[in-house]
Nanobody
Framework: QVQLVESGGGLVQTGGSLRLSCAASESISSISGIGWYRRAPGERHELVAALGRNGAIAYGDSMKGRCTISRNDAANTVDVQINNLQPEDTAIYYC?????????????????WGKGTPVTVSS
C-alpha cells in the first residue's frame, strides 16, 4: 500500500508559477510510475505529467512547454513545476502511483492516489 501526500497548492495570480510536490511512503525507485493529474469542477481527470521509473516522461497536451516533472530519490518525492498559470488551470491536483504496468495518459494501472492539493488561479 503506497501512500501519497501532495503539497504546494494555493492561490496564484495569472502568469504565476507553482511547484507541487508528491511525497511517497515508499522508495520512488520501487514505483513503476508516478503521475500528476488534475480535475476541474465538472470535468474529468486530466494528465498533467508523468514520470516512469526508467525515466520516461509524458506531459498533458495543455501542459507542454510550461511544465517540468522531476524526482528526488533521497526525499522520495516527485515534483511538478508549472509556469504561466492561467485561470483554466484552476483544479484539484492529484498524485497517483503505479506499481506494475500502467498507462499514464489513459489512467490505467494507477492504483494509488493522494487526496489532492487545490490550485486556484485568479484573473
Amino acid at each position: 500500500q503506497v501512500q501519497l501526500v501532495e503539497s504546494g497548492g494555493g492561490l496564484v495570480q495569472t502568469g504565476g508559477s507553482l511547484r507541487l510536490s508528491c511525497a511517497a511512503s515508499e522508495s520512488i525507485s520501487s514505483i513503476s510510475g508516478i503521475g500528476w493529474y488534475r480535475r476541474a469542477p465538472g470535468e474529468r481527470h486530466e494528465l498533467v505529467a508523468a514520470l516512469g521509473r526508467n525515466g520516461a516522461i509524458a506531459y498533458g497536451d495543455s501542459m507542454k512547454g510550461r511544465c517540468t516533472i522531476s524526482r528526488n530519490d533521497a526525499a522520495n518525492t516527485v515534483d511538478v513545476q508549472i509556469n504561466n498559470l492561467q485561470p483554466e488551470d484552476t483544479a484539484i491536483y492529484y498524485c497517483a502511483a503505479a506499481m506494475g504496468r500502467y498507462s499514464a495518459r489513459e489512467m490505467i494501472g494507477m492504483e494509488y492516489w493522494g487526496k489532492g492539493t487545490p490550485v486556484t488561479v485568479s484573473s
